[in-house]
Structure formats: C-alpha cells, structure tokens
C-alpha cells in the first residue's frame, strides 16, 4: 500500500509539473477588437487587410483571439475611440486576456482631383488604435493612425478600393511598429 501511495504522490507531482510547465510556456493571450466602420462597397477586403496582417504579426508569439465588440456595444459604447480602458477591461475580464488590441475603421474621407491632364482622388483612412496591458490596466498605446493616399490617371477615373488598401499598408507599418516596440518591450 505504501508504494501505492509512493506513486500516486510522484505521479501526482509530475502531472503538476507538466501543467505548472505547459501554463508557463503558454503563448500570452491578445483579444483582438475590431470594428469597420468605413461604410465602404469593399469593407471585406478592407477586413482582410488589417486582420491578415495582425494575425501574422502577432501569431509568432501570441495567442490571436477575436473578441466580440457586441460586449462593449451592450455597455453602451459604439465608439472604440471613445471607450475608456477599464471599461474594455471589464467588458472582458471572464476572457484572461494578457492584452487588449482596439482597432477600428473610421469612415473614410474622399476628394477628387482634376486637373488638365488628369484626374485623381486622395482617400484619407482614420484608425485609432489602442493596446492595453490587462494585468497592469495601464495603455501601451492610445493613439490614431491617419494615412493620406493619393492615386492620379491621365484616362478614366482611379478606384477608391485601390487607393484605400495602399493607405492601409501604410497603417499595418505602423501598427506592427507598435507592436514590436510596445509589446516585446512590456513581456519583462
């Protein structure tokens, strides 16, 4: 009998040592909350543009989670930029999140350009963007990226999509630059 118990005390203490071990080998945990209001006839594409790249970003280190704006959205909050961080916080507390990525699509502004020769549009895409640190419930990053681009063509019109996904590869430089500084640098 007692070298029953002499081994279910091991057994017991090796099976805590893996889960003790898998716990702290676990990848942190980032709840990406997303929302599109660009209002666009491409808002699919423009969802993959910012998804895509923040998947591939923070999969090599983190665990990527969607989580569900409807949540602050039952709080009264339709504004991202608006919402305040322990409002976030809270809003996800059941979900042990490690960090907290906002990011949203604000609509998009459109200007034509004519000139002799050609005709043109800048499009100017607005995402403000928030990265909160949950076990610190302090901000990372509380900011806004605005990106300008501009398209011109001697024939015919330029399309807005085109114009739209360039200024967007201008924000997923930026955000991955945040990312990289802010998040590796917050891991210690």
């Known amino acids: 009998m007692k070298r029953f118990r002499l081994a279910m005390t091991l057994w017991l203490a090796f099976a805590l040592l893996l889960l003790a071990a898998s716990t702290a080998l676990a990848a942190p ?3 990406v909350l ?8 491409y808002d699919g594409a423009i969802d993959r543009k910012l998804l895509k790249n923040l998947k591939k970003t923070l999969s090599t280190k983190y665990e990527f989670v969607r989580a569900d704006a409807k949540r ?13 961080r322990r409002d976030i916080i ?10 907290i990525l906002c990011l949203e699509v604000e609509p998009l502004i459109r200007k034509e350009r004519v000139s002799v020769f050609t005709t043109g549009i800048d499009i100017t895409v607005t995402v403000p963007f928030k990265l909160i640190r949950v076990a610190e419930d302090r901000y990372l990053y509380n900011g806004k990226f605005v990106e300008l681009q501009s398209d ?3 024939i015919g019109s330029v399309g807005n999509k085109s114009v739209t996904l360039k200024a967007l590869n201008k924000v997923n430089k930026k955000i991955n630059q945040v990312l990289r500084e802010k998040m590796d640098a917050g891991k210690g």
Do not use: I, W
Not at 73 to 83: I, K, P, R
Not at 90 to 99: G, I, K, S, T
């Open 29 to 31: 945990r980032v709840g």
């Open 152 to 154: 011109s063509t001697f």
């Open 34 to 41: 997303y929302v599109n209001h660009a209002k666009s006839t």
């Open 90 to 99: 809270d809003a996800f507390r059941n979900e042990r999140f490690d960090y």
């Open 72 to 84: 602050l959205e039952d709080l009264g909050m339709t504004d991202l930029a608006m919402a305040e």
